[in-house]
């Protein structure tokens, strides 16, 4: 694996990171859940990837994000925003919103078809990020921050790519039956070990993982429980209110996440526009990111109280709110303008791109969806 070489600074940092996670290895008796090491990795104080201070998106980052990819993503999910608060009220909450570009898009094509937004809430755990969204958005000031969720909302809540950068539990298949990947310090570097699993992730296994017990020996999976309680969470603030959640992310259906073939899981890491599958590379200079089992993030909405409204992948999202209208609203002869825009759109909907492996699940209650959007939702395949 060659992957670009860290600046002293970064790997100074990334080293400490290290040495405090090995400490508490260490404090537990020799390992830890690798739930918990993938929460320092990303959260750690002043440490963790998305607590320190290095850039994470665009040219300079490691990853880009669709609304980084072209305005008319933004612009598409508003139509649907502004249908959505029609029913319930003008109020947005985003959760992880990146550089800031996507709030900014979604409330220039709201204010562009008359809609007017109460509150533009912003609830994000990266210092880095969230200062650049306060620079970047110093002059929409209905845009504010929040640390946590607010009790109750009514309204429209926006999440994109935050269920796959929350902690999981690694879970792997040895004689014939399920153990926890743990984490261990070994000859001065993590190494995997597996230990026996606690009874509530027995339990969760065998509720989330389809057909768990004839899975094979050497079997890897994720499971995910912080995102099934993030879920949860959603439910209890909007249970009480109107509206409806939109959260974009790669991932399948259980059905189809847990098949024989993907043995090895999903976990991937991501460093300067490189992918790879080693979480203990240099942490917290890399995101460490697991797909998205969107059954288990429907049943945790469900069973807390807050319905499914529609799943679908982000192509039949897109197409249903009509960013194809939109990019031809733009003049084709406008060639330097046009093809870029195009060539985005083409990325955000092709199958051999982004417009399948991502999906768009919507929960929320006591409001309808535009028309074309329920009839693309694809529910009944969760």
Same mark, same amino acid.
């Given at each position: 694996m060659s992957l670009p070489a860290p600046t002293p600074d970064a790997l100074a940092a990334s080293q400490s990171l290290q040495q405090l996670i090995a400490a508490e290895i260490e404090e537990l008796g020799g390992a830890m859940a690798f739930s918990r090491f993938m929460e320092l990795a990303l959260y750690a104080p002043r440490l963790g990837y998305y607590s320190g201070g290095a850039s994470k998106l665009g040219a300079s980052g490691d990853f880009t994000t669709a609304p980084e990819i072209s305005p008319l993503f933004g612009a598409a999910l508003a139509r649907v925003a502004a249908h959505i608060i029609a029913q319930s009220a003008?109020? &947005? &909450?985003e959760f992880g @919103?990146?550089?800031? /570009?996507? @709030?900014? #898009?979604?409330l220039t094509a709201l204010d562009r078809m008359g809609v007017a937004v109460n509150a533009y809430t912003i609830i994000e755990l990266s210092g880095e990020l969230r200062a650049r $969204? $306060?620079?970047?958005l110093k002059d929409l000031p209905q845009v504010r921050w929040l640390d946590g969720m607010p009790e109750h909302f009514s309204g429209v809540v926006l999440a994109n790519e935050v269920l796959d950068a929350m902690p999981v539990e690694l879970v792997v298949r040895q004689d014939g039956q399920w153990m926890r990947q743990m984490v261990t310090v070994r000859?001065?570097? !993590?190494a995997f070990v597996a230990a026996p699993l606690p009874p509530g992730l027995a339990a969760q296994v065998a509720r989330q993982v389809p057909d768990a017990g004839q899975l094979p020996d050497g079997y890897l999976t994720e499971i995910h429980p912080v995102a099934e309680g993030f879920m949860a969470s959603l439910a209890a603030m909007m249970k009480e209110g109107r509206g409806a959640a939109i959260l974009f992310d790669y991932g399948f259906p259980a059905h189809e996440y847990y098949l024989d073939q993907r043995m090895g899981g999903t976990l991937m890491c991501h460093y300067r526009h490189h992918a790879h +599958? #080693? +979480? !203990?590379?240099l942490p917290g200079l890399q995101d460490i990111t697991a797909h998205v089992d969107f059954t288990a993030m429907a049943l945790a909405s469900q069973e807390a109280g807050l319905p499914v409204l529609a799943y679908m992948n982000q192509a039949s999202f897109l197409l249903g709110a009509g960013i194809g209208e939109l990019l031809m609203a733009s003049d084709p002869e406008q060639v330097l303008d046009f093809l870029p825009q195009s060539r985005?759109? $083409? /990325?955000?909907?092709?199958?051999?791109e982004m417009g399948e492996l991502f999906k768009v699940l919507v929960v929320g209650q006591d409001v309808e969806l535009p028309d074309a959007i329920v009839r693309a939702d694809r529910a009944h395949r969760l």
């Open positions: 003008p109020e &947005i &909450i @919103a990146g550089t800031g /570009k996507l @709030a900014r #898009d979604v $969204q $306060q620079e970047a000859e001065g570097a !993590f +599958p #080693d +979480p !203990f590379y985005a759109v $083409q /990325k955000l909907v092709s199958p051999a």
